[in-house]
């Protein structure tokens, strides 16, 4: 498997993840053969979309057999990285973060967390979810000490883009951004900008559609 270090859309870098759960789904119930049309279905495009995808990487398919489940999901496994594990320090503690830390997905991904900071220091020295909360001010020196693949941000705007400028000076992998700005970091430590509120208005158009149009297509005017 290769891509000759081509460069790879984002669409279809989003689209792997998809692959790899459908797949490990498909292991779970022993099936392990399956077309690029059955795969196509699951995944909501179309079997020349996914031939597509997949070549991007390498050859996996067999005309007349399709795709071995097993393999492929090993090989998006290894595509994705998901086959090494991933350190993450969590900045940003209350609500949202509190529940990261809880989130068993992420340990069954091979993400675990090693540390959690707070900028408040009502919080510092208090346990979160096993974790003893440190000073935010003292993440750049954990860095420092610390071989860590990814920041996570839970913090609020203005202390998500201080705490990211203190970030670009350190060995961080990369960084999983849930504050509602999107940061903007060297391009070596690349940033995955998680909208929370951009999801919710998907959401909201979806259901939204399903109220305003009429039984010809028709867009009602209100």
């Known amino acids: 498997m290769s891509n000759e270090n081509k460069r790879i859309s984002t669409?279809?870098?989003?689209?792997?993840?998809?692959?790899?759960?459908?797949l490990t789904r498909l292991m779970e119930k022993d099936i392990w053969r399956i077309s690029s049309r059955e795969l196509a279905e699951r995944m909501g495009v179309?079997?020349?979309?996914?031939?597509?995808?997949?070549?991007?990487?390498?050859?996996?398919?067999?005309?007349?057999?399709?795709?071995?489940?097993?393999?492929?999901?090993?090989?998006?496994?290894?595509?994705?990285?998901?086959?090494?594990?991933?350190?993450?320090?969590?900045?940003?503690?209350?609500?949202l973060g509190a529940a990261l830390l809880?989130?068993?997905?992420?340990?069954?991904?091979?993400?675990?967390?090693v540390a959690a900071f707070d900028p408040d220091p009502d919080l510092v020295g208090k346990t979160v979810s096993g974790f003893v909360v440190q000073d935010l001010l003292g993440i750049e020196e954990y860095l420092s000490k610390n071989n860590v693949d990814v920041a996570v941000i839970t913090l609020p705007n203005k202390e998500a883009i201080e705490i990211s400028k203190v970030l670009a000076g350190t060995r961080i992998g990369g960084i999983w951004n849930f504050a509602c700005v999107d940061l903007q970091m060297p391009n070596r430590i690349p940033v995955e900008n998680i909208r929370l509120q951009d999801s919710l208005a998907t959401l909201s158009y979806k259901i939204n559609e399903e109220t305003t149009l009429n039984g010809t297509g028709i867009w009602n005017v209100w």
């Open 11 to 22: 669409a279809v870098i989003r689209r792997l993840p998809r692959y790899y759960g459908f």
């Open 46 to 95: 179309t079997a020349s979309q996914v031939r597509q995808d997949l070549n991007q990487f390498g050859s996996f398919g067999q005309q007349g057999y399709g795709y071995n489940v097993a393999f492929l999901q090993k090989e998006m496994q290894y595509i994705l990285g998901l086959d090494n594990k991933h350190t993450m320090v969590l900045l940003g503690t209350s609500g």
């Open 102 to 113: 809880e989130t068993p997905g992420l340990i069954a991904k091979g993400f675990s967390f």
